[in-house]
Structure formats: C-alpha cells, structure tokens
C-alpha cells in the first residue's frame, strides 16, 4: 500500500508541472515557483520567485551537475541554487511559449515547447528556435526524448525524429 502524504506536504490546489530528482534534491516546478527538498527529508522549501526571474509558473527542471535548468513561458533559465545566480536565455521567436521539456546533449540544452525545439549552447551563448520550416512536424513539442545522436520529438502532428549534429544553434 501507498504511503499517504500529508494533507499539508501534498501542494494541494497547486498546479504541479514537472518534478525532477537528482542525487541529493526532489524539486517540484509549480505555478507558484521552484520548491525542493532533501530526498531523505520531509521539509518543502520555495526559492525565492524573484531570484529565478520571469514567470511563477516553473513548468520544466532539468538538474544538471552544476545547476538547474528551468523553463516557464518567458524564457529558459539557468540557476544555479547554491549562489541563486540566473542566466536567462529567450531565442527568438521562443517568448510566450511554455516549455514543456527540457533535456540535456553533450553541454547543449534542448526544449520542448509550444512554438518549437528551442536549443541552447551556454558555452558560445547562442541559441535558436527550430520550427515547421524547419522540417519539424508540427511547431508544438510536447516531449523530447535521446537514442544516440537523435531527438525523438512528441509533437501535436506526431513522432518527428532529428539528427542532433545537423541542427545549427547560431
């Protein structure tokens, strides 16, 4: 049997997007921000929304070893929760969309979202938005998933699958 949570501990009425958990860390993207806790603990924390910048709504975590990549419907941030540094990236074209995904490719960041695959390069800093002229089924990308060197994309017009090398994040 399922052991119940707490009435108090369950965000209860609270629209829960994404959760993500890595070595030390459960964090829950929520449409009132980031919340984490220890995995052994039994505590919820928030960060402070105005630290992480942009929208309340968190709606996609990506945990990496040296930070957290977070997408709402203003841009892809990444933060890193010991010194709650942000770095914000918005390709064009990506504003209002809401990230549904988030995935990570050799220091290349991919997301899913409503008006395409965004993809990020932090070390050069660039970044672009891959739509239907790009060959994408259908601009819509609800999930995104890697076999080697290729996306598998969910999209609203089906499977789209894409070979990472030949994307050109300028």
Excluded: C
Aim: charged share 20%; proline share 5%; no cysteine.
């Amino acid at each position: 049997m399922a052991s119940m949570i707490p009435r108090d501990q369950s965000f209860i009425g609270l629209s829960v997007y994404d959760i993500e958990i890595d070595d030390k860390f459960i964090y829950l993207g929520t449409a009132d921000g980031l919340f984490y806790r220890v995995r052994s603990g039994e505590i919820w924390q928030s960060y402070n929304p105005t630290t992480i910048g942009g929208s309340r709504d968190i709606t996609a975590i990506l945990s990496t070893p040296n930070g957290l990549w977070l997408g709402h419907s203003e841009e892809i941030v990444y933060f890193n929760p010991k010194d709650e540094v942000r770095t914000g990236y918005t390709p064009p074209g990506l504003a209002n969309a809401i990230i549904n995904d988030l995935i990570n490719y050799k220091d290349k960041i991919f997301a899913a979202t409503d008006n395409g695959l965004a993809a990020i390069d932090p070390i050069k800093g660039t970044s672009r938005l891959f739509g239907e002229d790009d060959g994408l089924s259908n601009a819509q990308v609800f999930s995104i998933a890697i076999q080697r060197e290729y996306l598998w994309l969910a999209t609203r017009a089906g499977l789209t699958r894409v070979y990472i090398p030949a994307l050109r994040i300028y």
